[in-house]
């Protein structure tokens, strides 16, 4: 049986066995989920695969959420194979590793549209289309990060987006809420990932995690994804609008 059986959902944001979607994944279908994956074309594709097949997962297609036409077709076919949504992750980031170094101000008009189109837009874009498909209420989740709260280095206009994208968590809450539709952010410490690697000095902030986080240690995407659990089961089922810290504690000494 488990905590998620019974419940349908869809997993954006695997680019590989190593990204925080993946350890949500795993712990979703440990605990009885149906879930749906998709991939950033065909480079992702041969890597997403094999690992949608571990997990029985069915796959979705390719998902550019830059394209809103790709969107339409992976909902058409959550549409068609499961009916109905419970859950919706969404992992996804994008800002130019040029520009997650140095100084925040040289950010670029192009990127700093692109950073907001990419990391936070899609959160409610998808969300709109999940609505008609959450017919018996449902949770989304999104992934933030410290840098939303305080400036950390080399985040930039990271920083910026995933603020806003903690401000959508709430409005989200509110305008969804009636339907029983629950909205939650999981802010992960740092985790070597592909998009981590694009973050200039991010062994460093590894190293700054390990020295001064309560638990002396950083996170492990496994950890998020028992987290991401909680807020995606009925477990959580009066949370709502909440960015939950999945960082060894470093937000009450950062
Ligand atoms: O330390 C970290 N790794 C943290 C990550 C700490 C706190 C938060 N996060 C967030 C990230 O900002 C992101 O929102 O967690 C989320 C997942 O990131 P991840 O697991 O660290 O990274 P990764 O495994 O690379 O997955 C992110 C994926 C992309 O991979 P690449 O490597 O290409 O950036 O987001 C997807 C893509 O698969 N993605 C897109 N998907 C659809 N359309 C797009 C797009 N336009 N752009 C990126």
Redesign the pocket.
């Known amino acids: 049986q488990g905590l998620m059986a019974g419940k349908r959902g869809l997993i954006?944001?695997v680019?590989?066995n190593?990204?925080?979607?993946w350890g949500i994944a795993k712990a979703c279908v440990d605990q009885g989920a149906e879930i749906a994956l998709t991939y950033?074309g065909e480079a992702?594709k041969k890597r997403v695969e094999p690992l949608a097949a571990e997990l029985g997962a069915h796959v979705s297609g390719h998902?550019?959420?830059?394209d809103p036409a790709s969107l339409d077709a992976v909902f058409a076919d959550v549409a068609a194979h499961f009916g109905k949504l419970d859950f919706l992750v969404h992992?996804?980031?994008?800002s130019d590793k040029e520009e997650l170094d140095g100084r925040y101000v040289e950010t670029t008009r192009a990127n700093f549209q692109r950073t907001m189109e990419?990391?936070v837009f899609s959160f409610t874009d998808i969300a709109k289309r999940a609505e008609p498909l959450m017919t018996d209420g449902g949770s989304l989740l999104t992934?933030?990060?410290y840098g939303a709260e305080k400036v950390m280095p080399h985040y930039n206009v990271m920083g910026v987006a995933k603020a806003a994208l903690e401000a959508s968590v709430r409005y989200l809450a509110v305008d969804l809420g009636a339907r029983g539709m629950r909205v939650n952010a999981i802010s992960?410490?740092?985790?070597k990932?592909?998009?981590?690697s694009g973050i200039g000095d991010f062994r460093y902030i590894l190293k700054w995690n390990e020295y001064n986080a309560p638990l002396k240690r950083t996170v492990t995407p496994e950890e998020v994804g028992d987290s991401g659990l909680y807020l995606l089961s009925d477990l959580s089922r009066g949370v709502t609008g909440e960015v939950h810290h999945v960082d060894s504690g470093y937000h009450v000494v950062g």
């Open positions: 954006l944001g680019a590989n190593r990204s925080i979607a950033q992702f998902c550019d959420v830059t992992a996804i980031a994008f990419i990391s992934l933030t990060y992960a410490g740092p985790i990932t592909l998009a981590a």
